[in-house]
């Protein structure tokens, strides 16, 4: 195909891509992306290059066109990119299982290799209902979960959306009803953790499982929580058999301060589900672990077998560079990384207060988040990030940054500068 001129290339996007909730035709004007190096995205157009704010939506923590990654992916590119997995198995699945029970909370013992975020967390309800259908205990199907969620686009996963102005309102009705509590705030309280304790009581006998996202809140509303909610969780579902699923498909991986945002609790979850950062951004796969209570109770069962199994499970080439992301990972003090990049949107953030229409500024290790008392315009607050050198992709009220570890202190205080700026203009 002859290369496409900027123009062309956007009106052949408009009639034919789907972007992310975006209509068809498109209406967005979306920036031409061309490549991408280290934290900056080198754009089509006059633009020039910017410092990725988003980590394209957390996952690219290591930055783009990392050499260790781009190895691990041409070395496996060589052997095989892809083969099935059923009846096969092969290293990189088998060193990334290994990589991920080692590193997460004490007792994951099992991983199901995932192609998304969605798709684990429809393994993990799935586990969770029939760990209770092998146990004799069919009624437990449902899920609880607390408002102000977001656990993925596909069906199940869309239930346990915050249902309302939420993404999925569109669906409510026709989903599997789920039962909510309201979000839980920003500090411990004892009577929002006695109105968890409670409902998960009054539901105990229809509820498979508690989802949640622990500590931070993402696409919901970027909402932060005292950690001491996840014991308060773990304690209630021992007490009424009911599974606790975590989800740390946005937390995961150091993003919060802790390697997973359990982790800041001392908390083990029966499943838990990762995604996003798990190949440095490189290649779609998520995971979804669990423990061997979980694991054997479905192996007890009529079907004693976990019904799943995606043409892309396993994928070796995205395995591969997994594995090499978490070995990158773990090889630095990428705490260090993260608490440098805190303590410089912290300082970089805090002019933002003073904004007019600011409702407030929060930061949790490499994340920062500027609320406004409106809905942001998108369009004059993607440009005043743009004129700064910074690409960052606001929502609903909110303008927020969650930068690459490898961002460097200028390019913080940059991303810094750009959200206020976004806050100002937006
Ligand atoms: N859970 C959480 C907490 C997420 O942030 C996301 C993605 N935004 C998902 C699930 C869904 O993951 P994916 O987009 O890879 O399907």
Redesign the pocket.
């Given at each position: 195909m002859p290369e496409l001129s900027v123009s062309e290339l956007l009106e052949l996007d408009r009639r034919h891509v789907w972007h992310p909730y975006g209509p068809m035709p498109g209406r967005a004007e979306p920036l031409v992306v061309e490549s991408a190096s280290g934290v900056r995205l080198r754009m089509a157009d006059s633009s020039g290059e910017l410092v990725d704010g988003m980590s394209s939506?957390?996952s690219a923590i290591h930055g783009y066109n990392h050499p260790v990654l781009n190895e691990a992916a041409r070395e496996q590119l060589g052997r095989m990119s892809h083969v099935m997995f059923g009846g096969l198995t092969h290293e990189p699945a088998v060193r990334l299982a290994k990589l991920l029970v080692d590193m997460s909370p004490d007792g994951l013992e099992h991983v199901f290799l995932a192609d998304?975020?969605?798709?684990?967390?429809e393994v993990a309800v799935k586990m969770c209902l029939q760990y209770w259908r092998s146990l004799g205990r069919p009624a437990k199907q449902r899920l609880l979960t607390w408002r102000g969620?977001?656990?993925?686009?596909?069906w199940q996963?869309m239930s346990v959306c915050d249902p309302e102005g939420g993404m999925h309102e569109l669906w409510t009705g026709v989903l599997q009803r789920q039962v909510f509590v309201g979000p839980p705030p920003v500090e411990y309280e004892e009577e929002y953790a006695e109105e968890l304790r409670s409902a998960i009581a009054r539901h105990a006998d229809e509820l498979a499982a508690v989802i949640v996202?622990p500590v931070v809140?993402?696409?919901?509303g970027m909402r932060f929580h005292s950690p001491a909610y996840l014991r308060v969780l773990r304690e209630a579902c021992d007490a009424h058999d009911v599974l606790l699923v975590f989800?740390?498909?946005?937390?995961g991986f150091g993003r919060t301060g802790a390697l997973f945002a359990a982790d800041h609790a001392a908390v083990t979850p029966d499943v838990m589900?990762v995604?996003?950062a798990l190949t440095g951004g490189y290649l779609?796969m998520?995971a979804t672990l669990c423990t061997s209570e979980v694991a054997d109770g479905i192996s007890r069962g009529e079907v004693p077998v976990l019904a799943h199994g995606p043409t892309f499970m396993g994928n070796p080439l995205a395995a591969a560079v997994a594995c090499a992301s978490i070995e990158l990972l773990l090889g630095q003090d990428w705490l260090a990384e993260v608490k440098r990049i805190e303590a410089g949107l912290r300082e970089g953030l805090a002019p933002a207060r003073e904004l007019p229409g600011v409702r407030d500024v929060r930061v949790l290790g490499a994340i920062g988040v500027v609320q406004l008392d409106r809905p942001v315009d998108m369009k004059a607050a993607t440009t005043a990030a743009v004129r700064e050198g910074v690409w960052l992709r606001p929502f609903r009220d909110l303008i927020y940054t969650m930068p690459p570890y490898v961002t460097g202190d200028a390019d913080v205080a940059r991303v810094a500068r750009a959200v206020c700026a976004a806050a100002g203009e937006g």
């Amino acid at each position: 195909m002859p290369e496409l001129s900027v123009s062309e290339l956007l009106e052949l996007d408009r009639r034919h891509v789907w972007h992310p909730y975006g209509p068809m035709p498109g209406r967005a004007e979306p920036l031409v992306v061309e490549s991408a190096s280290g934290v900056r995205l080198r754009m089509a157009d006059s633009s020039g290059e910017l410092v990725d704010g988003m980590s394209s939506w957390w996952s690219a923590i290591h930055g783009y066109n990392h050499p260790v990654l781009n190895e691990a992916a041409r070395e496996q590119l060589g052997r095989m990119s892809h083969v099935m997995f059923g009846g096969l198995t092969h290293e990189p699945a088998v060193r990334l299982a290994k990589l991920l029970v080692d590193m997460s909370p004490d007792g994951l013992e099992h991983v199901f290799l995932a192609d998304s975020g969605s798709v684990s967390v429809e393994v993990a309800v799935k586990m969770c209902l029939q760990y209770w259908r092998s146990l004799g205990r069919p009624a437990k199907q449902r899920l609880l979960t607390w408002r102000g969620g977001y656990h993925g686009d596909t069906w199940q996963p869309m239930s346990v959306c915050d249902p309302e102005g939420g993404m999925h309102e569109l669906w409510t009705g026709v989903l599997q009803r789920q039962v909510f509590v309201g979000p839980p705030p920003v500090e411990y309280e004892e009577e929002y953790a006695e109105e968890l304790r409670s409902a998960i009581a009054r539901h105990a006998d229809e509820l498979a499982a508690v989802i949640v996202e622990p500590v931070v809140q993402g696409a919901g509303g970027m909402r932060f929580h005292s950690p001491a909610y996840l014991r308060v969780l773990r304690e209630a579902c021992d007490a009424h058999d009911v599974l606790l699923v975590f989800d740390e498909i946005a937390t995961g991986f150091g993003r919060t301060g802790a390697l997973f945002a359990a982790d800041h609790a001392a908390v083990t979850p029966d499943v838990m589900c990762v995604g996003k950062a798990l190949t440095g951004g490189y290649l779609t796969m998520a995971a979804t672990l669990c423990t061997s209570e979980v694991a054997d109770g479905i192996s007890r069962g009529e079907v004693p077998v976990l019904a799943h199994g995606p043409t892309f499970m396993g994928n070796p080439l995205a395995a591969a560079v997994a594995c090499a992301s978490i070995e990158l990972l773990l090889g630095q003090d990428w705490l260090a990384e993260v608490k440098r990049i805190e303590a410089g949107l912290r300082e970089g953030l805090a002019p933002a207060r003073e904004l007019p229409g600011v409702r407030d500024v929060r930061v949790l290790g490499a994340i920062g988040v500027v609320q406004l008392d409106r809905p942001v315009d998108m369009k004059a607050a993607t440009t005043a990030a743009v004129r700064e050198g910074v690409w960052l992709r606001p929502f609903r009220d909110l303008i927020y940054t969650m930068p690459p570890y490898v961002t460097g202190d200028a390019d913080v205080a940059r991303v810094a500068r750009a959200v206020c700026a976004a806050a100002g203009e937006g």
